[in-house]
């Protein structure tokens, strides 16, 4: 589940959404691209354990924590021609768990309408096992 929020956004925010909105897909894992209203440039990310961290924190005040002050600005992205490979050496050096995929090939400005998903580290291992375990059978 990838969301949308706004930089002077707060964790408060996020948790009214998504628990009175979206409260089917909590059991997803929850990756939110903090962004720029007008442009959409996505500025930076934060995930479930970045927020589970926040909270562990700041238990008296989390919900007042602005996203810009929290967020990681050092989002990396993969764009539909990266390969498995090319994301197993992107979660290597970066400490990554999680990878955003947006397809360049689209003519929009609009960040949100280019992402394609969201790629997880956990994943790809299971990826990689399965085909591991396909070659000797």
């Not at 964790?11 to 720029?36: F, G």
């Not at 602005?66 to 970066?94: E, G, Q, R, V, W």
């Not at 689209?106 to 790629?119: A, K, N, W």
């Amino acid at each position: 589940n990838i969301y949308l929020f706004h930089p002077n956004d707060t964790l408060n925010d996020i948790y009214k959404y998504i628990a009175h909105e979206h409260y089917s897909t909590i059991d997803k894992p929850l990756y939110i691209l903090v962004a720029e209203s007008i442009t959409h440039n996505i500025l930076g990310c934060i995930t479930e354990t970045d927020i589970i961290k926040i909270v562990e924190k700041y238990p008296k005040y989390w919900g007042r924590i602005p996203l810009k002050d929290i967020m990681t600005t050092n989002l990396i992205c993969l764009t539909n021609n990266y390969t498995i490979y090319d994301a197993m050496s992107l979660f290597a050096s970066t400490g990554h768990k999680y990878l955003p995929i947006y397809d360049e090939t689209t003519s929009s400005v609009d960040y949100e309408s280019r992402m394609i998903g969201l790629l997880s580290l956990k994943y790809c291992l299971k990826l990689i096992d399965d085909l591991f375990h396909q070659d000797f059978k």
